[in-house]
């Protein structure tokens, strides 16, 4: 911890905020104050600078020309990019897996450089992928199953040094067959709901890399019931 709290960074909420993309944010943030663990959100805004200090960086959704716009303010800006070369723990959601890559090839087919946080590079594909996703976290990173919803007409191929998040039974996720990537302590998905909302597991798994401690378990009954739905109208027993 950089301070007596574990601070949470909401990374350009006004331009990558889609689905209500802060909702990770809040989640992290409760999820830790609830067990006795100090937290906070700090905002940072387009126009700001981006603090190296802080020990998770949250990154939402956007359409292309908002991505756009934030690939270039976290370049001139790199606080993001060291605190994640000294173990920050970084979630990217959607734009976010793109903009973390290597590059990422728009609808318009103009090519722009990422941020080289993660071994991928994204393209837009030919048609958008919209609907519930239902997948299987890899190499056993966490229960049950992730879910959420997916808008989005980019694809994502990961490099040698990423692997998948999970592994895609329903909706289609980078690819049609994995969903996100995870390289160190960088995790990207292209699942919105917000993510951690409807993933607690997940919302947990981040929590004990930030920490460096198993956060003790905190069962939600309005959580259960939002997976048992969700899982429903994806087709998929919950
Ligand atoms: N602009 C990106 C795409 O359409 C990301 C969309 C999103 O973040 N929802 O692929």
Not at 181 to 189: D, W
Request: hydrophobic share 40%.
């Amino acid at each position: 911890m950089s301070n007596d709290k574990v601070s949470i960074a909401l990374v350009l909420p006004d331009l990558l905020g889609t689905y209500g993309d802060f909702g990770n944010a809040v989640v992290l943030e409760k999820r830790m104050t609830w067990r006795g663990i100090p937290a906070e959100i700090v905002t940072v805004n387009f126009g700001e600078p981006v603090p190296d200090s802080c020990d998770i960086y949250v990154v939402g959704g956007g359409e292309d020309t908002a991505q756009t716009l934030a690939v270039r303010h976290l370049r001139d800006h790199p606080g993001m990019q060291r605190a994640a070369a000294r173990g920050a723990v970084v979630l990217g959601v959607c734009a976010g897996i793109q903009i973390f890559g290597e590059s990422f090839t728009r609808a318009d087919q103009v090519t722009h450089p990422g941020l080289g946080l993660l071994d991928s590079t994204s393209h837009a594909g030919g048609s958008r992928a919209i609907g519930e996703v239902v997948a299987t976290p890899a190499d056993g990173l966490f229960e049950g199953l992730l879910t959420g919803f997916e808008n989005h007409q980019g694809r994502t191929v990961l490099g040698p040094s990423a692997r998948p998040l999970a592994h895609v039974k329903v909706g289609t996720g980078n690819d049609g067959s994995v969903e996100g990537a995870v390289q160190g302590r960088i995790l990207c998905t292209y699942l919105h709901g917000p993510v951690l909302p409807r993933n607690p597991q997940l919302a947990d798994l981040l929590i004990e890399w930030a920490t460096g401690t198993k956060p003790a378990p905190l069962e939600l009954e309005a959580v259960t019931r939002l997976r048992t739905e969700r899982a429903k109208a994806a087709g998929v027993p919950a």
